[in-house]
Nanobody, 130 residues
């Protein structure tokens, strides 16, 4: 089992920056995919960014060039640096994780799949005003 706890959300103005933090605890044996998702009211949950065990990253087109995902394995902590925030970035942001099966070779492709994520945090709200 893995537990995830997000922090760092808040209310900011358009153009500002925020850094979200997700601390992972519990059993972390094996290889893992880690990701950030978001969900705005009335909209489907969207994958924002993902990172695999080798450090390869993927981003939604809407955040490319503005957001950056990183992982500090020594601290079991996942980050999402969000720059140039826009009102359309307003959402609840969730940290998520998925264990990579031993049989998976291409971890980057595997971690890009949305349906694999089965560990979730409680979320942190990000609100961007114009």
């Amino acid at each position: 089992q893995m537990q995830l706890a997000e922090s760092g959300g808040g209310s900011v103005q358009s153009g500002w920056s925020l850094r979200l933090t997700c601390i992972a605890s519990g059993t972390a044996y094996g290889r893992w995919c880690m990701g950030w998702f978001r969900q705005a009211p009335g909209k489907a949950r969207e994958r924002v960014a993902a990172i695999d065990v080798g450090g390869s990253t993927r981003y939604a087109d809407s955040v490319k060039g503005r957001f950056s995902i990183s992982h500090d394995s020594a601290k079991n902590t996942l980050y999402l640096q969000m720059n140039s925030l826009k009102p359309e970035d307003t959402a609840m942001y969730y940290c998520a994780a998925a264990r990579i099966p031993d049989t998976v070779y291409s971890t980057s492709n595997y971690c890009g799949r949305v349906e694999i994520y089965n560990y979730w945090g409680q979320g942190t709200q990000v609100t961007v005003s114009s």
